[in-house]
Structures are given as C-alpha cells and as structure tokens.
C-alpha cells in the first residue's frame, strides 16, 4: 500500500538534499526518519516504566522466570487471551467491589 504526501517544494528539496546526502532514495530516507521520530515518541514512555521500581521488580522476575525455564509459553496470541480470560481478577486496593458487572465507583 502507498499514500501520498504533498510537500512545500522548498520541504521536498531538503528531503532530496538529505536522501541523497544518505545515500538513500526519498521514500527509504523519509520511512527511516518517521521511524526515528515514532522511536523518539515511545521513548518518552520507556522512561516512565525505567523510574517505576515495582515495574522493574516485575520485569526481573519474568526475566527470571525465563531463565530458569519456568515461563510460560503460548502457542498464537488466542491462546494467551483465553488464559488471561479464565485467570481471576483481583480487586484493586482502593475500589469498591465489582457490582453488577461494573465497578461501584465507575461513572
């Protein structure tokens, strides 16, 4: 699939100047640089889970789990959905009882 994008000549000569300083055609330099910057976007969230200590004991312990050979695997992402589904759900501290399909305290 493509799509086109319209540009001021001036912003499409830039993005030649660049490609072809890259080496690279137009298309492959303006797709690795929309990679870059979606990369740039995520990592702005990374670095909240990075300051979050019982995020990172969690994600230690499946990394251990791993290597120890204890981690569970699924077969296609169905499987896994249908084990999250049968798992119970614990009620968070702070919320009132599910009731009625529905939390109490949900508006």
Known sequence: MSHSVTLSDET???LAR???????DDAAY???MVAA???????????????????LAG?????????RGEAQHFASTEEFIE???S???AEPEGRLPMQ????????
């Open 59 to 67: 994600a230690q312990e499946a990394l251990d789990e791993v290597a």
């Open 30 to 32: 303006l797709a690795e």
């Open 12 to 14: 499409y000569d830039l």
């Open 18 to 24: 660049l490609a072809k300083s890259t080496g690279k």
């Open 87 to 89: 798992a119970p759900i």
């Open 83 to 85: 084990h999250l589904d």
């Open 37 to 55: 910057a979606w990369e740039a976007a995520c990592a702005q969230y990374d670095a909240a889970f990075e300051r979050d200590e019982s995020w």
């Open 100 to 107: 009625d399909g529905a939390h109490a305290d949900a508006r």
